[in-house]
Nanobody
Framework: QVQLVDSGGGLVQAGGSLRLSCVAS????????MAWFRQVPGKERECVAQ????????NYNNSAKGRFAISVDNPKNTVYLQMSNLKPEDTALYYC???????????????WGQGTQVTVSS
């Protein structure tokens, strides 16, 4: 099993920045990819960024490109999502996830954090 604890959400004004953290524990060697998803009520969960544990490969969805950066700290088993120039439409519950395939489809991820709320005011 892999346990994920995500944190770092909060209330920020438009144009501001936040850094989300996800600490992984347990059998992390069984996972290859880490990702950040977000979800707003009534909408499907959306993948905003993915990375391999070694950081060699990263992907972003169109809304995150140029504003968000995903990174890993292997000794700390931690994945970060640095979010800059935040917009009100970035408001969502953000989840980190761990899986075996670098993909944007949530079906490839087996372990999930509890979620951290990001609210961007206009």
């Amino acid at each position: 099993q892999v346990q994920l604890v995500d944190s770092g959400g909060g209330l920020v004004q438009a144009g501001g920045s936040l850094r989300l953290s996800c600490v992984a524990s347990g059998r992390t060697w069984r996972t290859t990819a880490m990702a950040w998803f977000r979800q707003v009520p009534g909408k499907e969960r959306e993948c905003v960024a993915q990375t391999t544990w070694n950081g060699d490969h990263t992907n972003y969805n169109n809304s995150a490109k140029g504003r968000f950066a995903i990174s890993v700290d292997n000794p700390k088993n931690t994945v970060y999502l640095q979010m800059s120039n935040l917009k009100p439409e970035d408001t969502a519950l953000y989840y980190c996830a761990a899986g075996s395939t670098l993909a944007s489809d949530q079906s490839h991820y087996y372990y999930w954090g509890q979620g951290t709320q990001v609210t961007v005011s206009s």
